[in-house]
C-alpha cells in the first residue's frame, strides 16, 4: 500500500495542474481535495498522506490560476463552472470512471458546490469546509447584515488592478495578515504562487467572476447526497445565518460542525478537521 506524498503534474482539460498525491498506486476510492483562497493544495498533505495510508487514493490540485500551467487570462475564464470542470477532468486523468470523494475549503468548496449540481454521477459524498451552498450563502448576503459586512472584500475585488496592488503591497502585508500564525512552509508555499503577478490577478479574477458573469446553469433547491458541513464561529467571511441557513437545502444526510475556530481550518485546527473528514469518508463508501 503506498502512502508517499508527491508533487507531480497532472493534465487535465487543457491544462498542466501541479498537484499534491498520495497512494495514487492504492486500489481505494479516490478523494479530491480542493483548497481556497489565498491557499494552496499544501494544507492537505497530512490528510492525505492518513488517508492513502488506508488505502485511499488521493489528489490535491493547485486549481486554475494556482498552477502555472494553468493560468489562463482574462476573469472570464474563471467562472466555477470551468473550475469544476478541471476538477473532473483530473479524476478522469488518474484514473476515476465512476465516484469519488470530495473534501474542499473555501473557494474550492464553492467549487464543491458546483460539482455537486454540474456532476452529481461523479461525487459520492461532499465534506465543505466554510462555505455553504451557494443559495444559502446569497440569501444571507441579501438577508444578513452581517454577511454583507463580511462580504466588503468581494465587493472591492471587482475594481481593475488595485486589488492586486493590494495584495501585493508592503512585502504582501495584507496577506500574510490572512496567514497569521500559519507555519513558515505553508506561508512560504503560498507566496510561491502569490508572488506571481498573473497568478495574482488569477486568483482574484474567481471573484470577477463571480459577480461579472452570469451562471449559465442553476443550482438544484435540493443536495442529496450526504454532505458534512463544518464552520469556525469566528469566521472573517462566513456568517452564522449563511453556515446555519445551509441546512435547509440538505436532503441528504447531513452533519453541522461548528468549530471554535476561525476561516483557516486547516491551517490552524488541522488535527480536528482531519479527524472529521476521515470520520465522514468512512461513514459514506462509494457503493
Not at 487570462?73 to 488518474?94: T, W
Not at 470523494?101 to 461523479?122: C, E, P, R, S
Not at 450563502?137 to 475594481?159: G, V
Request: aromatic residues 12%; glycine residues 6%; charged residues 25%.
Amino acid at each position: 500500500m503506498s502512502s508517499t506524498l508527491k508533487k507531480e503534474i497532472i493534465k487535465a482539460n487543457g491544462f498542466e495542474f501541479t498537484c499534491r498525491t498520495a497512494g495514487l498506486d492504492n486500489d481505494g476510492e479516490l478523494v479530491m481535495c480542493l483548497h481556497g483562497f489565498p491557499e494552496s493544495s499544501i494544507v492537505w498533505e497530512k490528510l492525505i498522506v492518513q488517508l492513502a495510508e488506508k488505502g485511499y487514493r488521493c489528489v490535491a490540485p493547485n486549481l486554475r490560476g494556482y498552477s502555472d500551467g494553468a493560468r489562463p487570462k482574462g476573469y472570464e475564464n474563471y467562472v466555477v463552472r470551468y473550475i469544476a470542470d478541471d476538477v473532473a477532468a483530473i479524476a478522469e486523468a488518474v484514473g476515476c470512471k465512476g465516484k469519488f470523494q470530495l473534501v474542499a475549503h473555501d473557494w474550492g468548496a464553492a467549487t464543491g458546490w458546483a460539482l455537486v449540481n454540474l456532476y452529481a454521477d461523479k461525487i459520492n459524498s461532499f465534506f465543505s469546509m466554510s462555505n455553504p451552498y451557494n443559495p444559502a450563502f446569497l440569501w444571507a448576503m441579501a438577508n444578513d447584515e452581517t454577511q454583507h459586512a463580511k462580504s466588503h472584500y468581494i465587493r472591492e475585488f471587482q475594481t481593475p488592478d488595485a486589488p492586486e496592488a493590494s495584495l501585493a503591497a508592503d512585502d504582501y502585508k495584507r496577506l500574510r495578515g490572512y496567514w497569521a500564525g500559519f507555519d513558515k512552509r505553508i506561508v512560504d508555499d503560498y507566496l510561491t504562487i502569490f508572488s506571481q503577478p498573473e497568478a495574482r490577478t488569477a486568483a482574484v479574477n474567481w471573484y470577477r467572476a463571480l459577480l461579472m458573469i452570469k451562471n449559465d446553469w442553476e443550482y438544484k433547491p435540493e443536495v442529496n447526497i450526504p454532505v458534512t458541513f463544518v464552520w469556525g464561529n469566528q469566521d472573517i467571511a462566513v456568517s452564522r445565518a449563511a453556515a446555519e441557513k445551509n441546512a435547509d437545502f440538505m436532503k441528504g444526510p447531513y452533519t453541522f460542525h461548528e468549530l471554535n475556530a476561525t476561516h483557516w481550518l486547516m491551517e490552524l485546527n488541522e488535527d480536528e478537521c482531519i479527524e472529521l473528514i476521515k470520520e465522514h469518508i468512512a461513514k459514506y463508501p462509494i457503493k
